[in-house]
């Protein structure tokens, strides 16, 4: 009976059968990393080469995808980055912690970015940077690895237990230093001390010779939905690590505040 009602709900809902193809195409880009031809497209979705042709097409026209011209194969094209980046300036989020974001910048001379996650990675959804500074990664708009930054570890830090695990099924805790995190038992424990502290720290995990220090946003819901980190010179950030850490706890308050978060609740 069950079966049969959830049956009916989705053909009430009258989806179209191409734009949701189409979209589980764009979805694929979320886990991989490399660009990706018909046939592969074809295998991970298992549907015809010529279904999937005719989409791709489609969208390469749209400029959401791209094709390589070295491959022959596609990868997300500009469009989407435009519309990513529309999304984000939009959304009361980043207009509120611009402002935070500025301030601690100015304050420790650093940059500082504001993250979500995106299937199991964190996209930068804005970079403040100190002024006269030369730009370094990641800039807004880049995917990053959650287990080596700041802000992956205190998103998936504060994810239920359910949705961490079906994350982390497949996850590949790649070596981006000597510091990195590499193994998913010591990343659970990791995220332990963020869930026991608050805030979250990256030791040299991404780069060598930069550290960062980081902290949770709150929604109206108590849920965290984002997070930021002040990344920079490892010796600076260790020079002045107690002062930064009381400046991103408070930094972390007033945006979560200024979203609706109550912490008396």
């Keep these: 009976m069950s079966e049969a009602i959830e049956k009916k709900g989705k053909q009430d809902k009258k989806f179209i059968q191409s734009v949701q193809r189409a979209g589980d195409i764009l979805n694929l880009f979320i886990h991989e990393k490399r660009p990706l031809g018909i046939t592969e497209f074809s295998k991970k979705l298992s549907l015809p080469k010529t279904t999937i042709q005719g989409i791709v097409l489609t969208l390469l026209d749209m400029n959401y995808l791209e094709r390589d011209p070295a491959t022959g194969k596609y990868r997300l094209g500009p469009m989407l980055f435009q519309l990513g980046m529309k999304y984000a300036t939009n959304m009361d989020l980043v207009n509120t912690a611009r402002v935070w974001m500025e301030r601690l910048c100015y304050q420790f001379r650093e940059p500082v970015n504001l993250g979500m996650l995106v299937g199991n990675r964190v996209v930068v959804l804005l970079r403040v940077e100190p002024e006269n500074r030369f730009m370094t990664m990641p800039q807004a708009g880049s995917v990053i690895p959650a287990h080596t930054t700041c802000i992956g570890k205190v998103i998936y830090a504060h994810l239920e237990d359910k949705k961490r695990e079906e994350l982390l099924k497949d996850y590949f805790f790649e070596p981006m230093t000597d510091a990195s995190i590499v193994v998913k038992e010591d990343f659970m424990k990791e995220l332990e001390k963020v869930r026991r502290d608050g805030i979250s720290f990256d030791n040299q995990e991404s780069i060598i010779g930069l550290a960062g220090i980081g902290a949770p946003i709150f929604n109206w819901q108590g849920q965290v939905f984002a997070a930021f980190a002040i990344t920079g010179n490892a010796e600076h950030i260790s020079s002045r690590r107690e ?15 200024q979203l609706g978060y109550n912490s008396g609740t």
């Design 243 to 257: 002062e930064i850490i009381n400046a991103v706890r408070y930094t972390s308050s007033m945006i979560s505040g």
